[in-house]
């Protein structure tokens, strides 16, 4: 007597739970990333101007060669002490708004360009970045 199986393997997939899946990593990650904020510096494009802007003094110059060498004005500077002289020289000028010309070699890192960008932030000098072709 031969016995048939009344169960049958069905090959159908249910597509609904895998797009609640999808559905909640989207609402996942559209929160996570509007939560995070970029630490990024605040830099002025150029851009063009009706204004007329006069300058009193030639800017300083800070020139970036290797790793962690810094020449401020002529004269190097320690890595350690470069935030001291550009608050020095801050003062020096008073109160009108230093303008200083930063000046990379083509061997300087990006970690030295942007240590120099960032203490130039907050120091509230202009920076205007000077590179040869």
Do not use: W, Y
Request: positive net charge.
């Amino acid at each position: 007597m031969a016995l048939k199986k009344k169960s049958k393997v069905s090959a159908e997939f249910s597509m609904s739970s895998l797009t609640d899946i999808i559905f909640l990593l989207l609402i996942f990650f559209m929160l996570t990333s509007s939560v995070m904020v970029p630490n990024a510096l605040n830099m002025k494009m150029p851009g063009k101007s009706n204004s007329n802007v006069t300058v009193d003094s030639k800017p300083g110059d800070v020139t970036i060669r290797g790793k962690s060498t810094f020449i401020i004005n002529g004269r190097k500077v320690n890595k350690r002490d470069v935030s001291r002289k550009l608050a020095d020289l801050r003062r020096q000028n008073g109160s009108k708004k230093l303008n200083m010309t930063l000046s990379p070699s083509d061997d300087a890192t990006h970690e030295s360009f942007v240590f120099i960008m960032d203490l130039m932030q907050k120091q509230g000098i202009n920076c205007i970045l000077a590179l040869e072709e």
